[in-house]
């Protein structure tokens, strides 16, 4: 309550009127809004090309002008894809494979992570090591991963796959995961251990918890990176272990022509796994994306 002098006159606070738009304003804001459509459609046209494609009937692939809508929608390729290539077990594979992976990497990443942010563990020489280990491409290293495999009789199993991705991923992981257990509070983790739990027990109930944002987007970039893999699973895999991009890539290929309606149907089969993990979990991706980009 607010005592008020006697005799003293106080202004009035009249609402104020909202600010008109002006025609430039306007103008500005519909540019902007223009030209995002436009980047977006610019980065989006190749994917609803393709499945658009797997639509479409042969003669209008290549058709002069392109045909952008089929005008006879067809679902053979579909048909052709699960009945006479036998895709279903390709993706089966796939999602075992990259499942698998994004656990075991994780398994291992996230420890892995913790000691060196926390204790640092290796000096300062491990971080650098490990990133170096990302940066040798796959291509230097495969063939002594495939004699290395056969002699121990691991090409074209599961475990062999993702023991060989487990060794590429683990380092990129940990390397992620490195900053967020470097920028987390330690003084969080050290009053849950003062309160009674065992390092390990806070490390659980409350520092992972804590960084699940952060451990979501690491665990969709291995889970996208595995399942878009082509070159180990084209040399460690066979017929019955194959991966949707084999399938893609070498199944789809005949000796007389190149069946562009499957292989455009197969490809759009292959973003929905991915879309799904992102769209159920964008909550966690949003958040970990932005986590650390402010700073308190």
Do not use: C
């Not at 390990?200 to 960084?211: F, K």
């Amino acid at each position: 309550m607010t005592n008020h002098a006697p005799g003293v006159a106080y202004p009035v606070q009249l609402p104020m009127a909202p600010k008109k738009s002006t025609p430039l304003k306007v103008i500005k804001t519909i540019g902007f809004y223009a030209l995002v459509i436009l980047i977006i459609a610019f980065f989006l046209f190749p994917t609803l090309w393709v499945v658009v494609t797997s639509f479409k009937l042969p003669v209008e692939y290549f058709s002069i002008p392109p045909r952008w809508i089929p005008e006879a929608p067809t679902l053979d390729h579909y048909r052709k894809m699960f009945v006479d290539y036998k895709v279903a077990g390709a993706i089966q594979n796939s999602i075992i494979i990259s499942a698998a992976n994004t656990i075991v990497t994780l398994l291992f990443a996230v420890p892995l992570a913790y000691a060196i942010g926390r204790y640092r563990a290796g000096g300062s020489f491990l971080p650098g090591w490990i990133i170096s280990q990302r940066m040798l491409p796959p291509v230097a290293i495969v063939l002594p991963f495939f004699l290395i495999f056969r002699q121990f009789k691991l090409i074209n199993t599961y475990q062999g796959m993702i023991i060989a991705y487990a060794i590429f991923f683990i380092p990129f992981a940990a390397w992620i995961l490195l900053g967020f257990f470097e920028d987390f509070p330690q003084d969080i983790q050290d009053a849950a251990m003062i309160d009674g739990a065992s390092e390990v027990g806070a490390l659980v109930r409350i520092v992972l918890p804590l960084l699940a944002s952060g451990i979501f987007v690491v665990a969709l970039l291995v889970f996208i990176f595995t399942w878009n893999d082509l070159l180990i699973a084209l040399v460690l895999t066979r017929q019955e272990t194959r991966t949707l991009m084999v399938f893609f890539t070498a199944a789809l290929v005949s000796p007389t022509q190149e069946d562009f309606g499957v292989a455009a149907g197969a490809v759009g089969i292959g973003m929905i796994p991915a879309y799904l993990f992102a769209l159920f979990g964008q909550r966690y991706l949003v958040r970990g994306l932005t986590m650390g980009g402010l700073k308190e």
